[in-house]
């Protein structure tokens, strides 16, 4: 690895720490999930998974089902950027989790050019459909880092 690969490891290691802890602002129980965009060394954005604004902060119904207007912290993030004056063309978004192939359309729409994620889905169609949308993906474990 060069120096400039160094520096943006170490880089992508620090933003998908701070995904991790934002996640912890979810208020779901099954899954807590982070999301950042960051554009030129700034982040612009950040998501969690949660319900809609204005809904009851409550994600799982009472057999402990993720209801189905649960938003996944990607769609939060982007949907922000919308009511900004930011532009995610060219960012990269940092996901605690691999994102699902709802989000994966939605990030490939955003412009985002890069993803890293720390911990993977058990569907792999969101990363295949990154990719194939020719989207660095990039999976960093996150009991690796500190």
């Not at 290691?13 to 701070?18: A, D, E, G, H, K």
């Not at 899954?31 to 030129?40: C, F, I, N, P, T």
């Not at 063309?89 to 729409?109: H, N």
Request: proline fraction near 2%; charge should be neutral.
């Amino acid at each position: 690895m060069n120096t400039a690969e160094q520096k943006q490891h170490l880089l992508d290691q620090r933003y998908i720490r701070m995904a991790r802890i934002w996640a912890e602002n979810s208020y779901c129980q099954r899954r807590k999930v982070g999301a950042l965009v960051v554009k030129e060394k700034m982040i612009i954005s950040d998501g969690y998974n949660g319900t809609p604004s204005g809904f009851e902060n409550v994600c799982e119904d009472e057999n402990n089902v993720t209801r189905p207007y649960v938003l996944h912290a990607e769609a939060n993030a982007i949907t922000k950027l919308a009511r900004s004056s930011n532009s995610s063309d060219g960012a990269t978004m940092y996901i605690t989790a691999s994102p699902c192939i709802e989000c994966a359309k939605l990030i490939i729409q955003a412009g985002i050019k890069r993803v890293v994620y720390g911990e993977n889905y058990r569907l792999d169609d969101g990363i295949k459909l990154l990719q194939r949308a020719n989207i660095e993906t990039i999976y960093i474990d996150l009991n690796n880092i500190q």
